[in-house]
């Protein structure tokens, strides 16, 4: 697993770009699995083939074919994954998150007025939407032109990226506030919300530590502030909590140990007995009689 930085990262690729606005045309034959990817800029990707996972703050989705996601700046997990196609293949748009503000500042507040904005404090760590008739247009332009590699100016691109703001507002008004005004996140506070949204979702402590926008090492020191245990034991207990709530709702042995991230059924069941003095499959075979 490598630390990614993008945009920088996808310089190689065919783009329109100023110095502050990048739209590129990105194509992957041999898409790499889940790295830690920072954004130095937010991002808007629309998925033309493949699948994107996506893990930012406490919340995790895919985003698909006809679907495309607006992310802030900051750190997330990310794999793609080409599933039944040829390539994995997006268009990004990157961009400052000054020039959403001042978008925001410009048409949603002096539209909707600041009244309408005072209950969205919240900040959503990203937001998911479809692609529409209008949108597919948009972004079969943008690749005709970058294909062709026709010069295009600044003032230009700053047009395309508003046209795009404007079309995403008149759908989402409240989730671009949050994504944009809200300043940044409580990391403290979102400690204890992010471990707890990923405990089955098979992360590594360093993964983890990248969402929550620190070291390892301060991870564990501040995990260990909150819960007053190490974060790997901690970890450890919950996932074999929820393997006991799963027994008892009846589901299997292998679907369990392959959904909390165990390498194999004998692990599984050493840990499980381990924890409650009997193997998960004499466990759910009592609770059954």
């Known amino acids: ?3 990614i930085q993008v945009p920088e990262i996808l310089a190689s690729h065919q783009k329109l770009t100023t110095k502050d606005i990048s739209f590129v045309y990105y194509n992957e ?4 699995g889940r790295n830690l990817i920072t954004f130095n800029k937010c991002a808007i990707s629309f998925i033309l083939s493949g699948q994107k996972e996506l893990y930012r703050g406490a919340e995790c989705t895919f985003i698909g074919e006809q679907e495309a996601v607006l992310i802030p700046n900051g750190n997330a997990i990310i794999a793609e994954r080409k599933l039944n196609t040829e390539k994995y293949s997006s268009l990004v748009v990157f961009f400052p998150a000054q020039l959403g503000q001042a978008f925001i ?4 507040i002096k539209e909707l007025g600041p009244q309408h904005l005072n209950g969205t404090a919240g900040k959503d760590a990203f937001l998911k939407f479809q692609q529409t008739l209008y949108i597919t247009e948009y972004i079969n332009g943008l690749i005709k032109l970058i294909k062709k590699g026709l010069p295009v100016s600044s003032a230009l691109l700053l047009h395309k990226l508003e046209e795009l703001f404007l079309v995403l507002m008149e759908s989402f008004p409240t989730q ?3 994504i944009f005004m809200s300043g940044v996140s409580d990391n403290t506070n979102r400690l204890r ?3 707890e949204t990923n405990i089955i979702k098979n992360l590594t402590l360093t993964e ?3 969402l929550a926008n620190r070291s390892l090492a301060t991870f564990k020191r501040d995990f260990k502030k909150e819960y007053n245990v190490s974060p790997g034991k901690y970890i450890r207990e919950r996932k074999l909590d929820t393997a006991q709530h799963q027994l008892k709702g009846g589901a299997s042995v292998n679907e369990i140990y392959l959904q909390l991230g165990y390498d194999n059924v004998s692990n599984f069941a050493a840990a499980f007995k381990k924890r409650f003095g009997l193997s998960p499959t004499i466990y759910q075979s009592k609770i059954r009689n």
């Open 1 to 3: 697993m490598v630390n």
């Open 176 to 178: 671009l506030f949050q």
């Open 208 to 210: 983890l530590a990248f």
């Open 105 to 108: 500042e410009k048409h949603l």
């Open 193 to 195: 919300e992010i471990v």
């Open 29 to 32: 034959f041999k898409p790499l």
